[in-house]
């Protein structure tokens, strides 16, 4: 049976709410009760919803849901500049300094800031770059693809650079 986008899309807001309620149930009863986390958990909870918003139902289940354009070009460039320049770009520079022991090892980096909420949206609109029909998509890809040397080879991340490069790739006989 082949997912139709109806299906992915509802199956997509579940899993958002269900992710969010335990992360929410975390914050509140799990770990130490800051009020500032809960308003940041409400906030990025609201952007989310907002994301839903943005995606457009297509009547015919052949197509997938079409994302505005330009609000998508935005926002992914702007999460990447963010990311490269304020999250990546110190651990590049002690990886390259330091090597790579010394970059893992090292407490000062990592410690997030605000810029944290913008980074955050970076991997979730490479998904959606999947999906959206763009002019000029190697840029976009060309984007994707510095972030995810830098996190693979610099930082040592293994999970979510995969798991991004695995749903790109079961993409590429459905979409150009």
Known sequence: MTITPDIFFSRSKILYL???SVQIFHLIFVSEFVVFNVI???FLFMVGLLFFFAVEYVPNYKDWPVVNKRVFSIAFFFSFIVTLIYSRLPYLDSYLSEGMY???QSSDLG????YSFVTVFFYPLSLILAIVELRRKYLFYSALLVILIIDIVVLGTRGVP???I??????????K
């Open 18 to 20: 269900m992710i969010s």
């Open 40 to 42: 940041m958990w409400l």
């Open 102 to 104: 010394a970059t893992r």
């Open 111 to 114: 410690s997030g800031g605000l």
């Open 162 to 164: 995969f798991f991004v």
């Open 166 to 175: 695995i749903f790109h790739a079961l993409f590429l006989r459905g979409f």
